[in-house]
């Protein structure tokens, strides 16, 4: 039966999300979450206003449920710095250059003078990324397509560094940034463009002090 507990139901399961994050989101118990998803009360007014925020649809389709389908929820947008947000609902997250020493290694993130993204904190909960570790940045050049393009930005999770086959983390080698895709080798790892026209990277063991992760990319957008 289409309700609007079972709206609140398949929306909060959609994020992944449990009664208690809800709860603890709009300051209820988690008793009063289970009661509007089992049909015997109903938020109203600025509760509902906050949960349809938190959720990242309309007051309407949980209400009355007269769109086609659940709206998607955005998982990000930008936004003006001076923008009045929800900091229970949303997340600022900053755009960052990387600045490399090619001499002893060191890293420096110098923050872009952009306004941030903003995330839907419920998006975090759900993949189990740590806010405080997760830096935004641009991609130059061609060498990852078609995957990632030029200026397009991606989200890094700086606190996971271990390298895994496949997946796409943020890197600097000699000296220079890479955004490349791991793979293992018997005497190092190689850092792996999708692009056909880009040859890998090879880093070898015997120069892993010249090799730095900066973090894994959880995120790709325009």
């Known amino acids: 039966m289409d309700t ?126 740590p806010i405080e570790h997760c830096k935004a940045m641009y991609v130059r050049g061609d060498s990852m397509m078609p995957m990632l393009m030029d200026w397009d930005t991606i989200l890094i999770d700086t606190s996971d560094t271990e390298l895994v086959e496949g997946e796409v983390f943020a890197v600097a080698f000699k000296g220079k940034l890479y955004v490349k895709q791991i793979a293992h080798y018997e005497d190092g790892i190689k850092l792996v463009s999708l692009n056909e026209r880009y040859d890998p990277v090879v880093v070898p063991d015997a120069e892993a002090e010249r090799f730095k992760c900066l973090g894994r990319m959880v995120w790709r957008g325009g």
């Open 4 to 129: 609007i507990g079972s709206r609140i139901r398949q929306a909060r399961e959609k994020l992944g999300l449990s009664q208690t994050d809800i709860a603890h989101t709009l300051k209820i118990t988690p008793q009063a979450v289970q009661q509007w998803e089992d049909g015997k009360t109903a938020p109203r007014g600025a509760r509902l206003d906050a949960l349809a925020t938190y959720l990242g649809t309309s007051k309407a389709w949980l209400s009355f449920g007269d769109e086609k389908s659940m709206p998607p929820a955005a998982n990000f947008r930008v936004i003006d710095d001076n923008d009045d947000l929800d900091p229970l609902c949303y997340v600022k997250i900053e755009r960052f250059n990387v600045k490399l020493s090619a001499g002893n290694g060191t890293v420096e993130w110098i923050p872009e003078k952009l306004d941030p993204l903003v995330f839907r904190r419920a998006w975090f909960s759900k993949k189990g990324f």
